[in-house]
Every structure is written in structure tokens, then in C-alpha cells.
Nanobody, 113 residues
Framework: QVQLVESGGGLVQPGGSLRLSCAAS????????MKWYRQAPGKERELVAA????????NYSDSVEGRFTISRDNAKNTVYLQMNSLKPEDTAVYYC??????WGRGIQVTVSS
């Protein structure tokens, strides 16, 4: 059974940092690209960042380019999202996704003073 479990969210002040983790199980993690999405209240879910199966190719949305970094550790079956210089508009539920076709349950990130 495929499982994706996000962790590391919470409340942070503007300008702060958080690192999200997504622990994967139930499939061969190293065979699939991984993505982070987010959904803010009243808005559609949007792609934030993506990383290929080896971790050598990454892509970011314009809104987070230069502030967020996606990475993965295939030995630990985990993908990360390092978020720096956070802004209130980054507030959303963040979801981990595997191109195998499964989603995590999501984790709340709130940026507020």
C-alpha cells in the first residue's frame, strides 16, 4: 500500500524558514519523480516544486523560485522541501505527490506575525 506522510509544517513568522519532509513507503521510491503542491483557502491546488527520480533535475513555480529548494534522499525514501524567506502568501496546505499517482494527506503551513 502506497503511503506518503508529510511532516515539518507549522506556524512561522514572515521571513522565517521551514523544512517539510515526505516519507514514502509501499513502492519503489527511487523509480519515480516527486512533487510538492499546495492549496490555499479558496484557491486551486498548485504545483510548487518537482524533482526527477534521481534528484538531478528540479523545477519550481515562479512564486517560489529562489526561496524554496526541493531535494530527495532515495536511501531514506524521503523528499524534502526547504522553504526560506517565507511570506504570508505561502500559507497553504502542502501536499506530497508521487508520479506513481498517489497523494499525501497534506500538512498546514501558516506564515503570520
Amino acid at each position: 500500500q502506497v503511503q506518503l506522510v508529510e511532516s515539518g509544517g507549522g506556524l512561522v513568522q514572515p521571513g522565517g524558514s521551514l523544512r517539510l519532509s515526505c516519507a514514502a513507503s509501499g513502492f519503489t521510491f527511487s523509480n519515480y519523480a516527486m512533487k510538492w503542491y499546495r492549496q490555499a483557502p479558496g484557491k486551486e491546488r498548485e504545483l510548487v516544486a518537482a524533482i526527477d527520480f534521481r534528484g538531478g533535475v528540479t523545477n519550481y513555480s515562479d512564486s517560489v523560485e529562489g526561496r524554496f529548494t526541493i531535494s530527495r534522499d532515495n536511501a531514506k525514501n524521503t523528499v524534502y522541501l526547504q522553504m526560506n524567506s517565507l511570506k504570508p502568501e505561502d500559507t497553504a496546505v502542502y501536499y506530497c505527490y508521487t508520479t506513481r499517482g498517489s497523494w499525501g494527506r497534506g500538512i498546514q503551513v501558516t506564515v503570520s506575525s
